[in-house]
Structure formats: C-alpha cells, structure tokens
C-alpha cells in the first residue's frame, strides 16, 4: 500500500493545486513532497523488513490481463527516494519566488513525480509505458510555458524524440505481450517470454526497447534533444529531468531489457559500450569548450550517463553495483549545480556565460564553498559519494576490456578539466561589473544545499547501506546475465 | 433492429415536426430525445441478444450480432454527443434545422442498416442511405460556393464509386451464385477470377466510402467545404458506419480462416497509403479544418488494420476506435465552431482567453495522438495489437508507428498555439450547457483511456 501511496501523494495534490490561488500551490507542493519523503523512507525500511509487503496488485483492464500491479525492490525503493528527495529539494530552493500561474507550475510538476514514481515502481509492462508517458507530458507543458526564448521549437523537438522512442518501445511491449504464456503484462511473464524467444527476434526486440531508453538517457548519437532542453527549461524543470528523469532510461535498461532479453543485451553489449564510450568523449570535449554554464552542465551529464549506460552493459556485479550507486549520486549531485547555477543565473539577470562572471567567491563565499564541494563530487574524488560508484564502474569496465577502461577514464581526465575551470573561470578572479552585486544564499537555498552536501559526504564516507540496498538487484541481474551467456 | 425501426420512423417525424415547431430550440430537444428512445432500442436489442445470441430477420436479410448492438450504441452515444455538443450551430446553417435533423436521423438508419446486413443487397441499400442524405447535408449552406462545390464533388465521386460497388457485388454473384454474407464462402483458398475482381472492386469502392487513399481526394474539399457542423458529423460517425460495412462484410464473408493473399496485399498498401499520405499532407495543413480533414484520412488508416486482422482484438479495437476517435473528433471540431479564424494563427492564446476550451481541445488532441490515458491510446493499442497478433504485416505496424509520431508534430500545432503563443482569439462565448456537454465529453475520452474495458467488457 506505501507504494501506491508513493503515486498517489503527488497526483492528487497535483490535481488540487490546478485549483488553488496565490502561495496555495507552493505550499502543497511541498507539504506534498516532503510526506512523500516520508512515505518512502518509511517504504525503505518495508523493503527491509518484508520485501513482499511493498507489492501492491489490482485489476485494471481485465480484457487484456493488465493489472495495477506496483511494487518495489532494492532499485526501485533507491530510486524512489531519489525522486521524493529530489522533489524536496526543488521545491525548498525555489520556495521563495513566485512564478507565474503557479497552481499550473506545481501542478504539473507534482503530475510528473507521479508518472516518475509509477515507473519506478510499475511491475506491469503497460502500466510502465503508461507512467513513461505521463511524465513526459507535464515535462513538456513546463518546459514549454516557462522556458527561455527559444523554448518552442527546442522542447518540441524533445517531445517528438522521446515519443518516437516510446512509441518502438510499445511495439516491443505489445510483441512480447503476444509471446507470453498467460497473455499477460507481468514483468515475471515478460522475463520467462523473453527467454524463449529466438536469438534473432530478441535483437530487434531489443533495439525497440534500447532506442527508447537511449533517448531518454540520452546516449550518442541520440542526445541531441538534451543540451538545448537543459538550457532552454527553467532550472526547477531542468533539475527534475537531469536529476532524476534521465534515470528513466537507465532504470528501463536495467528492469525491462536485461532481464528480459538477456541473449541479445549480452550479444550487442559491445557495440552499446562503444556508443556510451562515444558519448563520453564526445560529449566532454564539448563540454571544455562551452562558455556558456548550463550547456557545460548538460553536456557534463552526458558524458556521465555514458559512463552508467556502459557499465550497464558490461555485465558484471561490480559495474552494476557502480550504475545503481552512481544513478543516486548522479542525482543529487547534478540537482545541487543546477540549484547553485540557478542562483547565479537569478541573481544576475540571467547572465550564465562564464566569459562574463567571475570573483563571486569574494562577494558570496557560502555560495562559492557549496559549488566546489559540489563540483568535486562531481568529478568523484575520494570520500565524495561520486567516487565509489566511478570506482566500481571502472573496475567493472576494466574486466571486459581494458581499452573500453581507458578510454572511458579519459573522460574522468576530461571532466576535471572543464569542472575547474569552472570553478576558476566562476568563482575566483577578479570581480566585474556584472558579479559585483551577486548576494549569498537565502536560508531556503543554504538548507537545500546543505542537505545535499551532508548526502554527499554520508555517501561517500560511508557507502554501505546503499550497496546492501542494491545488492539484490545486482544480484539478480547477475544471474540473468549468467543464463545469456550459457545460451550464447 | 429496434434501433433501426426507431432511427428511420424519427427521421420521418422529424420532417413533419419542422412544419409545426414555432421554435428552433424545441426541434433539437425532440431530436435528442428521438435519439435517446433510439439509445434506449438499441438497449433492448443488446439484452435480447446476450441473452438470446444472435438472431435473423425479414428472410435473414439481417443478422443482429452482439457486435452489431454494441456498434450501435457506440454510434448513437457519439451521435448524442454530437447533438448536445453542436446541436445550436445548426440554425446558424440555414432555416431548415428539423430537416438537417431528419436527415441525419435517416443517415443513423442507414448505419443500423450497415451493422446488421446479412445480404449484398442490404449493404448496397445500407450504403445509399448513408450516402445521399450526406450530399444534400454538404451543400445545405445554399448561399456558399464552397459548400455547392463540396456537394458537387461529393455527389459525382460518390455516385461513381456506388456503380462499382454495384459491379463488385454483381461479379461476386456471378462467382458465387449468391448475396448472403454467409454463402459466399470467399475463405478457401483459392477464387475465381470473377470473385477476385469483385472482391477487389467492393474494395475499391467502400475504399473510397471510408476515404482511404489513393481514393481520399474528396475528402479534404468535402469537409472543408461542408459546414463545419456536419462536417463533424461526416467525419466521424459516418465514417465509422463505413468501415462497420467494411469490416462486417470481410469478416463473415472470409470466414473459414485463409485469408487470400492477393486481395490483402491490396488493402495493406491501401493501409500503407492512407497512412502516409493523410499524416504527411495534414502536416502541411494551413487551417486547422483541412488539418482535421487530413487527419481523418490519416486516422481511417489506423482503422483499416482491424479489417487486415481476423482476430477478436482487430473487433474490440475497432469498437474502441470508432468510439474514442469519435468523441474526440466531434470535440475538436465543436471547439473549431466556437471561433472565426480557423487557421492555427487562430488559436493563439485561446489558453488564457478560454481556458476549458483550450484544455478540452488539448485532451481531444491527445486522444487522436494517441497519448496514454486518453481513448485514443488503447484505440490505436487494440489495433496494432491485432496487427501484430494476425502476423505477416510486421512492416505495416512500423509505418503506423512513425506514421504516429508524424501526427503528432500537426496536432501539438494546435496546443502550442494555444498554450505558448500569446494572442487575441476572436472567440465565441461558450454557454452554461455546451461547457457541461463539453466536460462530458471530456471526462468519456478519460474514462476510455483508463478503463478501456467499460465498452469492452460486453464483448465475449
């Protein structure tokens, strides 16, 4: 029941804040989020404790055999408190501004933790595409309705991209469906479909699943939709998508792909490495030459998310332990540069070229620790929670191929480049025009902020907790990975 | 059959009510209440036979089915939707309000006729009265060239293709000796010649009826030039009579299971065709009519699988189809009446002008995107499902696919003008009764797209 709870907070306070007027909605959103923070600890501990106790299963469309059947396991509960605390955090940092029609603006946004949460959760193939969709549709009214100028046509082209991809996923969805024995939805009927199919149509099966989740990720060469939506969203948004969104994608290979079509995701591992590895150089080099500090960020997350998706497919329990940790990490420590960008950005007038900033350390010196804290987890320096998971994804890369590990590490090289010079070009220097009015954090950033370094450190000092979390669904997925390769 | 009966004695009601009615107002009440008693026949004849099974009648030119009850009912609720929704905007056509009614009511007449028919002739009959009427309906603004043309047009393409419907049955008979459905016996595996061409000749002709290209180009001047009411009419629950006639005529005359190559690989291009042509050319649309327009070609090739696919999901999809495709169609186009520029500049700003037309509108077009949660969604989920089930069209399904992603670049035309550009649409005010018809319709496209199984759970 917690879990149905997880889905049911956020929609319906979504649905009442299109009804409420003036700070209504923003209060909502929050006591909204924070409950479901609540719910989701207190689901953690469930999963503990009674793992069954988290399921939750109820007819939906009997004509199909389609059930309303949720339910958590050490992944989803992981990612389920990343959506609640992320939620959280947004919602604390903008608490003090006032948006334009804001019961839409809260109201959307809690619409679409709903659908992200439904996914995470969903142990039913249509009910997954279902929340896959419903969070992409509020996504796209906010980007569209508060974004920057070029907005239209920019998160236009990011509506059609995803819904391409979800639309050769429901292909794939409806052709298993017609394979499984009972004629059913259920994942446990999807996983013993997928097995028995031949090789040859699980590769394209498995190519209308990947295309989809490489959208969403996104992963070379299907990334182009990502950078411009970033910078074009409002942060809030783009928190939400870089934080906790792209992880649709990750979740998607890791809960519906792998296990399901385990012959052909061990078959063509190789080249889906080499495209994440693509991504990661490509996507770092651009990064060091941006000026501009959003797009440097987007691009920085590309090349991070091509780090998980090839540890992903490297098939083995230390890389997966390292995406599922990182998967977390990523989150919190992304949503955190957003917020502090999103400080700067509002502070001075929208000015977010790096060219034109500098020697804000001087002027706001809080805000200047949180950004080197951040930024450091970022590139994953020991004792920050970024650098256990890159540590056990390069170990796990390393066992595949030791070119795949070196050229991926390239990228960890990459990104302390163009993250200092960041810093650099930021923070210290000689104050000008524009950042010499910049004033330090308000107590509602300090607080989200804070939150997020005390993650980061925890995480980082000590990561044990959340490997035992995971360490089922690796597990699992081990044991799939294992039954491929003795088909192969 | 009651439903039939009833349809038919309204329509010709109606006509007299326009001698005696003062008030125009009083003429739609009687219609929507003829269509209620209708509603209610229909609802008879579906206890009768899920009770009963299925039964013949007058010298079994009919078969009443459980299907052909449950189509039925669907085409009635979205023709009462259709009456509540746009059911003012008649008088604004011309004076002749009760004889539009009738008109439509002999044109429901004639769909009963199409989901019940059990002989060639029937349908032939089934697919006049469908027809005539509608060539008087698209010309009735009298005064307007482009409604003339429209009738015109309408008039000599539709007579053309009702002599080759008439060919085809004639040649069918002379391969088989018969008019009954069920004596055709076109399942085996192999056809004459004869039959073949008469095969394909019906084909091309309720091609046409149902506008699927290459015999579409009608279509976009018809309902552009018809006024914009019954436009909303001809393109939903007209078409969707047609393809009843369609699909009824193949699935009990293939019975038998093997289904003739020769003539599917016509109706799979046919399919492959009215996909490609009706998204690619709506994306080219100006006006948000012709855009409409073009998406009905484009919507029709959806409904088209359900004819490739002899499986119960092609028949519960196409039930689904009909209805979602439907309400939101007629939605769509009663938001299109209440303003006067209909080209997509039109409908700038209309979210901040009228916001419930504006989320109303944007629900419909979700609904014919194909957007989960809305109708739409499972209707297109119950067809290609069929598809893919049949097997053999792998390709097909593909083309639907991108076909469905091109959709949605015409129809979110609409929703950005509405929500992300700013504008001052001229724009009727809506009445108390249009915006509760209007949230009706609305909370039935939702209703569909969560639980798809309210209309299906009837079927066995």
Known sequence: ?488 | MNALLSTAISGVILMFVGLFAKNKQSIKYFAIAALIVAFAANFIDLRYVLKMGPYTAYASMIKVTLFTTLFNAVILGCTLVYFLLTGSGFEKVGDEVAEYFALQFFILSGIMLATSFNNLLILFLAIEIISIPQYILAGSDKYNLKSNEASLKYFLMGAFSTGILLMGIALIYGGCGSFDLYKLGLGGISMSPLTLSGVLLIVFSLSFKVSAAPFHFWTPDVYDGSPTVFTAFMATVVKAGGFIAFIRLFQIAFQGGIVNQQWTLVLEIITACTLIIGNITAVYQQSVKRMLAYSSIAQAGFMLFSLLAFNLRAQQGILLYAAAYSLATIGAFSVLLKLKDYTFDGFNGLARKQPLLAFAMTIFLFSLAGIPLTGGFFAKYFVLTAAVQQGGMFWLVIVAIICAAISVYYYFKVIIAMYFKTGEPEVETPSGAYKAALILTVALVILLGIFPNLLLQFMK
């Open chain 1, 1 to 488: 029941m917690l879990t149905v709870l997880l889905i049911l907070i956020p929609l319906l306070a979504g649905f009442i804040s299109f009804g409420l007027k003036g700070t209504g909605p923003k209060v909502l959103a929050l006591l909204s989020s924070i409950a479901t923070l609540g719910v989701s600890l207190v689901a953690l501990f469930q999963f503990k404790v009674h793992p069954e106790a988290t399921r939750f299963t109820a007819q939906w469309i009997p004509q199909l055999n389609a059930k309303f059947a949720v339910g958590l396991d050490g992944m989803g509960a992981m990612l389920c408190l990343l959506t609640t605390i992320a939620f959280v955090l947004v919602f604390i940092s903008i608490f003090s501004r006032t948006y334009e029609r804001s019961n839409s603006f809260y109201g959307l946004l809690l619409l679409a933790q709903a659908g992200l949460t439904g996914v995470f959760t969903a142990y039913d193939a249509l009910l997954f595409y279902v929340g896959w969709e419903l969070a992409l549709v509020p996504m796209y009214f906010l980007c569209s309705i508060w974004g920057g100028e070029k907005r239209i046509p920019v998160t236009f082209k990011f509506f059609i991209y995803t819904f391409v991809g979800s639309l050769f996923m429901l292909i794939g969805i409806i052709y298993l469906y017609l394979h499984t024995k009972d004629a059913s939805f259920s994942y446990n009927a999807f996983v013993s479909a997928g097995a028995s199919l031949q090789h040859g149509e699980q590769s394209w099966l498995f190519w209308l699943f990947f295309v989809a989740f490489a959208i969403k990720m996104p992963i070379f060469p299907l990334h182009t939709w990502q950078p411009d939506t970033y910078e074009q969203s409002p942060t809030p948004v783009t928190m939400i998508l870089s934080g906790v969104m792209v992880k649709m994608g990750l979740f998607g290979a890791l809960r519906w792909l792998l296990p399901v079509l385990p012959g052909a995701s061990a078959s063509w591992s190789d080249l889906v490495i080499v495209l994440s590895i693509i991504g990661i150089v490509y996507a770092s080099c651009i990064a060091i030459v941006q000026s501009d500090l959003k797009k440097m960020i987007a691009y920085s997350s590309i090349a991070h998310i091509g780090l998980m998706s090839a540890a992903i497919f490297a098939h083995n329990q230390l890389s997966l332990q390292g995406v599922l940790v990182q998967m977390f990490n990523h989150g919190i420590n992304i949503i955190g540069l957003w917020i502090i960008v999103d400080v700067i950005e509002q502070r001075l007038g929208g000015v977010k070229n790096m060219k034109e900033l500098g020697g804000i350390a001087s002027k706001a010196p809080r805000l200047a620790i949180f950004l080197v804290i951040i930024s450091l987890a970022n590139v994953g320096l020991p004792l920050t929670n970024g650098f256990i998971g890159e540590f056990l994804m390069f170990s796990g890369l390393f066992q595949v191929n030791v070119w795949f590990m070196a050229v991926a590490g390239l990228g960890i090289i990459l990104s302390a480049v163009y993250i200092l010079n960041m810093i650099q070009r930021v923070i210290f220097g000689e104050s000008n025009a524009v950042t010499a009015k910049i004033t330090d954090l308000t107590p509602g950033e300090t607080l989200s902020l804070t939150l997020i370094v005390l993650l980061i450190f925890v995480v980082g000092v000590y990561p044990k907790p959340m490997l035992e979390l995971v360490s089922g669904t690796t597990q699992l997925l081990q044991v799939a990975f294992q039954g491929s390769i003795s088909l192969k």
